[in-house]
């Protein structure tokens, strides 16, 4: 079973969203995945009312019960665990940080954000996990070329010494009519822009989880 933990101290990132597009594309034929609430505000939660009893199954919990659910979550045979965490709330942070195989980091590209964005991998780094950032809220591309603000902000955190995502996630109004729906863009509009992007990165995420399985 492989953990996922998306954090960052910082509010508004992605979390939540980023945590409801991989959990339903992280469902194995076999394995199903397994959503992990606990952020007190439970936007995740909220989500997952709408969407009704489709998969992925959703637990409401504190930090402190991770170790004992991610065990239960274990002999029950789910694939993969996703754990949506609260911005600002250290122990929780760290918690999810520690049950997990890959802890990932949502930003948005703007400069504020990445001052802000430092200390959260530093938390990752600080017991021993190697975070990857994930750019979202960006600006759509117009050409082959990413726009500069993009371009600038992967620098910024490859020289904070950060590993970065490829795809960059942009900010697109389909994602907010999937949520409100209780489902994602991949579900609600296949075939475009959004649902690519979120593809593409559940792919890196994937091939992160595959490598860093394989470095154990
Ligand atoms: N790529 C995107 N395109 C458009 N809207 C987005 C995108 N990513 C997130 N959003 C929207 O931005 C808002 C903040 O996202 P979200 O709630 O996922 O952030 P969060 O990091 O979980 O926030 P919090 O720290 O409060 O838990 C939400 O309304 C969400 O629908
Ligand atoms: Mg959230």
Known sequence: ?????????????GKSTLAMHLSVLAAQADRPALLLDIDPQRSLTWWHQIRGPDEPKLIEADARELPELVEAARREGFGRIIIDTPPHAEDSILGAMRAADLVLVPTRPGPLDLAAVASTLDLAKRIGKAPLAVL???????????????????????????????????????????????????EHEPDGKAAAEVAALWQEVEAALSAEGKAR
């Open 1 to 13: 079973m492989q953990v996922i933990a998306i954090t960052s101290r910082k509010g508004g990132v």
């Open 136 to 186: 979202n809220h960006c600006p759509a591309r117009t050409g082959s070329a990413e726009p500069s603000i993009v371009a600038e902000a992967r620098a910024a955190l490859i020289e904070m010494g950060a590993t970065v995502a490829a795809t960059a996630l942009a900010n697109r109004v389909a994602m907010s009519h999937a949520i409100l729906t209780g489902s994602t863009v991949n």
